[in-house]
């Protein structure tokens, strides 16, 4: 997020319309309906959507990514998600209105005229406001929800039904096929799986135990099994301490993270504490002083982008596949 992204090295990890690809042109299906499944639900929507409206970065990129900003009627983001100027979709940020610097809400909606609502649990979704699918369609407004984010009902608040790669490839095909521009998804579902197979192919021989630092001190915010940090840190080689838990997100204790001694620790970089900051934190905080990944400072930063569900996924396993390579241990721990 605060770490500016390359313009060559994300167009290697995704063929976006800023890197020069042919969009395909959504089709027209007027007065044809079109049944999903999201969220292990079947959805029919009567209608291509005109105006959609986004919550957070990685969902409003995955519209970009499939050439739908014309689609688009704006997107709630905070502003602290990272340098968005040169990253592939710049024209798609340019194009289409910021409608909030926090989450969305029904006043955003309305105002936007919106006839559906791209969100997830977590990522714009919650009780707490009555901002709620079920709330949207008595505005007599459609929603889909982030497949990341679907609630699994181990618990009223966990989160994942399914690998968090085989999410984003889900979510693109069911975006793909409501908006006409199947095409244009399967392009990217299929590029998306071809880097990260060469990725696998050239990881370390034996996998480092990594562990992914959201926030927090008095806690660590991490990654369960069903979130991206998960399979981004499998795909690149290596494997995630929390794999067991399953979740998405969560918070878990220190003596955790000591107990499973993980030799490599990703940084996640957003919000007002710099990744920076997180970094000299970790490496003093006295109960991880005998971890391996602190003895050793094997800390890697990805942007916040990176680690939630969104096209950037390709990118970052590429780039921590090469850290991983680069810093293998040796079993020394």
Same mark, same amino acid.
């Given at each position: 997020?605060?770490?500016?992204?390359?313009?060559?090295?994300?167009?290697?990890?995704?063929?976006?319309?800023?890197?020069?690809?042919?969009?395909?042109?959504?089709?027209?299906?007027?007065?044809?309906?079109?049944?999903?499944?999201?969220?292990?639900?079947?959805?029919?929507?009567?209608?291509?959507?005109?105006?959609?409206?986004?919550?957070?970065?990685?969902?409003?990129?995955?519209?970009?990514?499939?050439?739908?900003?014309?689609?688009?009627?704006?997107?709630?983001?905070?502003?602290?998600?990272?340098?968005?100027?040169?990253?592939?979709?710049?024209?798609?940020?340019?194009?289409?209105?910021?409608?909030?610097?926090?989450?969305?809400?029904?006043?955003?909606?309305?105002?936007?005229?919106a006839d559906l609502v791209f969100a997830g649990w977590n990522y714009?979704?919650?009780?707490?406001?009555?901002?709620?699918?079920?709330?949207?369609?008595?505005?007599?407004?459609?929603?889909?929800?982030?497949?990341?984010?679907?609630?699994?009902?181990?618990?009223?608040?966990?989160?994942?039904?399914?690998?968090?790669?085989?999410?984003?490839?889900?979510?693109?095909?069911?975006?793909?096929?409501?908006?006409?521009?199947?095409?244009?998804?399967?392009?990217?579902?299929? /590029? %998306?799986?071809?880097?990260? +197979?060469?990725? &696998?192919?050239?990881?370390?021989?034996?996998?480092? $135990? #990594? !562990?992914?630092? *959201?926030?927090?001190?008095?806690?660590?915010?991490?990654?369960?099994?069903?979130?991206?940090?998960?399979?981004?840190?499998?795909?690149?080689?290596?494997?995630?301490?929390?794999?067991?838990?399953?979740?998405?997100?969560?918070?878990?204790?220190?003596?955790?993270?000591?107990?499973?001694?993980?030799?490599?620790?990703?940084?996640?970089?957003?919000?007002?504490?710099?990744?920076?900051?997180?970094? /000299? %934190?970790?490496?003093?905080? +006295?109960?991880? &002083?005998?971890?391996?990944?602190?003895?050793?400072? $094997? #800390? !890697?930063?990805? *942007?916040?982008?990176?680690?939630?569900?969104?096209?950037?996924?390709?990118?970052?396993?590429?780039?921590?596949?090469?850290?991983?390579?680069?810093?293998?241990?040796?079993?020394?721990?």
């Open positions: 997020m605060r770490t500016p992204f390359v313009t060559a090295a994300v167009c290697l990890a995704v063929l976006a319309t800023g890197c020069g690809a042919k969009v395909q042109e959504p089709s027209a299906r007027a007065g044809s309906s079109v049944t999903l499944t999201n969220c292990g639900r079947k959805v029919t929507y009567d209608k291509v959507p005109e105006r959609v409206v986004t919550n957070d970065v990685g969902i409003t990129e995955l519209m970009f990514a499939l050439g739908l900003e014309d689609r688009m009627a704006g997107f709630a983001m905070p502003d602290e998600k990272g340098d968005l100027s040169r990253v592939p979709w710049k024209d798609g940020y340019d194009k289409v209105p910021w409608l909030s610097k926090d989450q969305l809400t029904k006043e955003n909606v309305l105002d936007a005229r714009g979704f919650r009780e707490e406001a009555g901002f709620t699918p079920q709330a949207l369609k008595k505005l007599g407004v459609a929603s889909y929800v982030l497949t990341e984010s679907c609630r699994n009902g181990r618990t009223d608040t966990s989160r994942g039904i399914m690998p968090p790669l085989d999410a984003l490839y889900a979510d693109l095909a069911n975006l793909g096929k409501l908006f006409g521009v199947e095409d244009r998804a399967a392009q990217l579902i299929a /590029d %998306f799986k071809r880097r990260i +197979a060469e990725v &696998r192919a050239r990881a370390p021989e034996r996998a480092p $135990r #990594v !562990f992914l630092y *959201d926030s927090g001190e008095d806690q660590p915010f991490t990654s369960g099994r069903y979130a991206a940090p998960d399979q981004i840190i499998s795909a690149a080689g290596g494997v995630n301490v929390l794999h067991d838990a399953a979740d998405s997100w969560l918070t878990v204790g220190w003596e955790t993270v000591v107990e499973r001694n993980p030799e490599v620790i990703v940084i996640c970089d957003y919000g007002d504490v710099s990744a920076e900051r997180k970094k /000299d %934190f970790l490496l003093s905080h +006295a109960p991880l &002083r005998d971890v391996s990944a602190i003895k050793h400072r $094997r #800390v !890697f930063v990805l *942007d916040y982008a990176d680690l939630v569900e969104s096209p950037r996924n390709p990118s970052a396993v590429a780039r921590l596949g090469a850290y991983l390579r680069a810093v293998a241990p040796g079993g020394e721990d």
